[in-house]
C-alpha cells in the first residue's frame, strides 16, 4: 500500500570530486558508478520526479512541490474523488495540461539510451507524467500507474481494466465512461492503494541485478522506497543520484548530490557517450 515512512540519519555522502570518504579512494563517485556498468550489466533503475524536475514538472516535496501548494489527502486519496471528483479532476487536467506542454530533459535521454543498449535493463518510475515513455525508454514499469490512463470508477464489464486517454483539457469535468456513463478516474495509485501485483511482482524480479540506481527521489514514499534494499539484499551496487541526501543514503554504496540531468550526462560521457553503438 502506498504510504510515506520517517526519515532515517544520514552516513556517507559524495559531491562528485569532493573531498568525501569515496574520492580518498582514489576515484571519484562518477568514474566509480561508470566502472561498474559493463556491457552485459543487469541494471535497475528506480526513477522519481526529481528526474522529471529540470522538464518543468515540480516536484511533489521540493521548496515548490505540489504538496506544498496542494494537500494530498483533498486530492490524491480514493476518499477525496469519493467525496469531491469534480476537484480531484480539476486537479489531474491542470497537471495532465501542464506536462503535455513538457519535453523529457537529458535524464530521460540518457536512461533511454542505456535501455536501449544495455539488454538486461529495467526502469521503474514513481513517475506518472510519461516522460521515460515519451524518450522511448524500453521496459519502463509504471510502479504508480499513468496521468495518461482512466479507468471507470464502477469498473463497468464493458470498460477495458484501464485505458489511454490524452485529451488535453477534458472538455467536461469530471468525465464518464464512454460505456456505462458513470465517472472515469485517473489511472493512477493514489495514497492508501495497493500497487498493482503484476507490477510489484516485475519490480521485484527487477531488484536481482548488478546495479541499482535510485534517482531523483526522496525515498520516503513506500513500498517504492523499500526496493533499495531489495536490491542490496541481492549485493546489487547501489547508487543514489540526487540534488540532496535523503533517507536512503545511509544504506548506500554510493550517494551523489548533483542534478541527475547533469549527472547522466557525464556518466554516459564517461562510458563513450553518443558514439557508442546500441545492443
Ligand atoms: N536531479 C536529481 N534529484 C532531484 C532534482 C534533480 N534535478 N530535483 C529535485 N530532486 C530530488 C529532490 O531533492 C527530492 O529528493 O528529487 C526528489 C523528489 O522527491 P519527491 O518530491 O518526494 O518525489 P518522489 O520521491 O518521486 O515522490 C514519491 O510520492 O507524492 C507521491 O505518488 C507521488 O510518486 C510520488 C511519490
Redesign the pocket.
Known amino acids: 500500500m502506498m504510504r510515506r515512512n520517517p526519515p532515517k540519519p544520514d552516513a556517507h555522502l559524495c559531491t562528485p570530486l569532493d573531498g568525501g570518504s569515496l574520492a580518498k579512494a582514489g576515484r571519484d563517485p562518477l568514474h566509480r558508478l561508470a566502472d561498474r556498468i559493463k556491457a552485459d550489466s543487469r541494471i535497475t533503475v528506480l526513477t522519481?520526479?526529481?528526474v522529471s524536475?529540470?522538464s518543468g514538472i515540480p516536484?511533489?516535496?521540493?521548496p515548490d512541490?505540489l504538496?506544498k501548494n496542494f494537500r494530498?489527502e483533498e486530492l490524491a486519496t480514493p476518499e477525496a474523488f469519493e467525496r469531491d471528483p469534480r476537484l480531484v479532476w480539476e486537479w489531474y487536467d491542470w497537471r495532465r495540461q501542464f506536462i503535455a506542454r513538457c519535453k523529457p530533459n537529458r535524464a530521460h535521454e540518457v536512461l533511454a539510451l542505456w535501455s536501449q543498449r544495455y539488454p538486461k535493463f529495467t526502469l521503474i518510475t514513481?513517475?506518472v507524467d510519461g516522460l521515460h515513455e515519451r524518450a522511448d525508454t524500453a521496459n519502463v514499469v509504471r510502479f504508480?500507474g499513468s496521468i495518461w490512463e482512466v479507468l471507470c470508477w464502477n469498473g463497468c464489464a464493458a470498460s477495458p481494466k484501464r485505458w489511454r486517454d490524452e485529451t488535453v483539457p477534458f472538455p467536461k469535468i469530471p468525465p464518464h465512461c464512454p460505456h456505462c456513463g458513470g465517472l472515469i478516474r485517473p489511472g493512477v495509485v493514489w495514497f492508501g492503494e495497493g500497487i498493482d501485483p503484476v507490477v510489484l511482482s516485475c519490480s521485484q524480479d527487477a531488484l536481482d541485478c548488478d546495479i541499482f540506481l535510485s534517482?531523483?527521489?526522496?525515498s520516503?514514499?513506500q513500498p517504492?522506497a523499500s526496493l533499495i534494499h531489495g536490491a542490496d539484499a541481492n549485493g546489487a551496487f547501489t547508487v543514489e543520484?540526487?540534488?540532496?541526501t535523503?533517507a536512503a543514503a545511509s544504506y548506500l554504496d554510493l550517494s551523489i548530490q548533483s542534478?541527475?540531468?547533469k549527472t547522466l550526462e557525464e556518466v554516459e560521457n564517461l562510458l563513450g557517450g553518443l558514439g557508442k553503438k546500441n545492443r
Request: glycine content about 16%.
Open positions: 522519481g520526479a526529481g524536475a529540470a516536484t511533489f516535496r521540493g512541490g504538496w494530498p514513481q513517475n504508480h534517482i531523483g527521489t526522496s520516503i514514499v517504492a543520484i540526487n540534488v540532496e535523503t542534478p541527475a540531468e
